[in-house]
């Protein structure tokens, strides 16, 4: 006869809707710090070698002496994409994970109490180099930025529509590099207004700072 105490009991716990439960709490906490200090942060996503690191480079450039500005960087090991914005006179955290591939809100809390946060105005946060992870975890920023470029093939938008869904905003990247590789960027674009009809699309080359300007316009900076 069974002993009704050592029954088996089951628990069913909805790891993804806990997860995301916890850390779309933890997002909404980080918004509050910024808004609190009137700081405009976007989260810069994209594949491994997109140019996250070389668009914030442009971007600190192109916003020299505008804005006080802190850069987060996102990567599982290694000071480098920190160090190289950082060479640019700007304030940087390196956030390694470890073995996570993405950011979550928790680990931008975590790095946001190590600054004071009266002297920044502007927060630009690499997440790591990941086309999928980074999508589904909220940061709290004002905008996320998904940059795809013109060396990744032309189907890396059809293969990822829900990281194209999820942003407010896209970058093409290293439209220099569109002839030499004979690279169709109206058929990209096309496959991401075939996700999202009215999403801001920006054309760009974070080497040259071609089309840099429109992109800092559309973000009212
Ligand atoms: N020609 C050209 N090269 C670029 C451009 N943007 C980035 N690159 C180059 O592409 C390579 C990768 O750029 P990164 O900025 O390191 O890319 P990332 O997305 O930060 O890479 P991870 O942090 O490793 O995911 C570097 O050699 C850059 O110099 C661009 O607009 N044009
Ligand atoms: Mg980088």
């Known amino acids: 006869m069974t002993n009704p ?28 710090i910024f808004k609190k200090h009137g700081i405009v942060a976007v989260d810069i996503m994209g594949s491994v070698g997109t140019g996250k690191t070389q668009l914030i480079e442009s971007l600190c450039e192109h916003l020299r002496g505008k804005y006080r500005i802190l850069m987060f960087a996102g990567d599982l ?43 920044y105005q502007l927060v630009f946060i690499e997440n790591v180099g990941n086309l999928i992870c980074p999508a589904g975890y909220s940061l709290g920023v004002d905008k996320k930025v998904v940059v795809v470029s013109v060396t990744e093939g032309p189907y890396m938008v059809r293969k990822h529509p829900l990281t194209i869904k999820h ?32 999403m801001p699309v920006f054309r760009v080359s974070s080497k040259t700072g071609e089309g840099i300007d429109k992109f800092v316009e559309a973000l009212n900076l």
């Open 5 to 32: 105490e050592n029954e088996s009991k089951t628990v069913n716990i909805d790891i993804r809707k806990d997860l995301f439960g916890a850390n779309e709490n933890a997002a909404a906490l980080n918004a509050e």
């Open 167 to 198: 942003a407010d905003m896209i970058i093409i990247n290293k439209i220099d590099l569109v002839d030499a590789l004979e690279f169709d960027v109206d058929a990209l674009e096309a496959d991401i207004r075939e996700v999202d009809a009215k």
């Open 77 to 119: 090991a290694t000071t480098i994409d920190a160090d190289r914005v950082a060479s640019h006179g700007v304030d940087t955290i390196q956030i390694n994970t470890g073995t996570a591939c993405h950011l979550d809100a928790r680990m931008i809390r975590v790095a946001l109490q190590k600054v004071n946060l009266a002297d």
